[in-house]
């Protein structure tokens, strides 16, 4: 459980930055914005299960 609150932790203090947002969109063909949105839905999946994992080797060893 440490773990998964320390990885959390550095997602937050790593995705915080005084850059403004940028438009990804900009100048980009269609196709190129839809390799994009499958590139983020391939992560968000992949992040789920890497949370699944983490929950399970958990419920397996509670005390790690």
């Known amino acids: 459980m440490k773990k998964l609150f320390i ?5 937050l203090v790593v ?4 850059s403004q947002p940028t438009n990804v969109a900009d100048g ?5 914005i839809e390799q994009y949105r ?7 999946k992949a ?3 890497g949370y ?5 080797a ?3 060893d ?3």
């Open 58 to 60: 958990y419920s397996a």
């Open 7 to 11: 990885l959390l932790g550095l997602a």
């Open 38 to 44: 499958q590139m983020v839905e391939e992560s968000e």
């Open 52 to 56: 699944e994992e983490a929950e399970a």
């Open 28 to 32: 980009a063909s269609l196709s190129e």
């Open 62 to 64: 509670p005390k790690s």
């Open 47 to 49: 992040a789920a299960a």
């Open 15 to 18: 995705g915080c930055g005084e």
